[in-house]
């Protein structure tokens, strides 16, 4: 069974960094993309980077130029590096995977918070 683990969520200052990882701690499975997802309060889920596999990047357009995603998806890896945080980053960041068949697979979630 999949099970996908985050790491590094925190409290920040504004113009700060944070570097979040996942793994998947449970069996193995065939990955076709992994990726971060964040929910803030009151809104929806969206997506924020993705790693496709064949090394295709996607990105929110909110986080170019200050977020970066690197992983490897036949290791069932992913992280997110962030840069010159600001409050409207503060949400809960989900790592995510696509596996064969549709099927997707969610970790329980890092909260990022960004404060004076």
């Known amino acids: 069974q999949v099970q996908l683990v985050e790491s590094g969520g925190g409290l920040v200052q504004p113009g700060g960094s944070l570097r979040l990882s996942c793994e998947n701690s449970?069996?193995?499975?065939?990955?076709?993309?992994m990726g971060w997802y964040r929910q803030a309060p009151g809104k929806e889920r969206e997506l924020v980077a993705l790693?496709?596999?064949?090394?295709?990047?996607r990105m929110a357009d909110s986080v170019k130029g200050r977020f970066s995603i690197s992983g490897d998806i036949r290791k069932m890896t992913v992280a997110l590096q962030m840069d010159s945080l600001n409050p409207e980053d503060t949400a809960v960041y989900y790592c995510?995977?696509?596996?064969?068949?549709?099927?997707?697979?969610w970790g329980n979630g890092t909260l990022v918070t960004v404060s004076q």
């Open positions: 449970g069996s193995y499975t065939r990955f076709i993309a």
């Open positions: 790693i496709i596999i064949g090394n295709e990047i």
């Open positions: 995510h995977a696509y596996g064969d068949f549709d099927v997707e697979y």
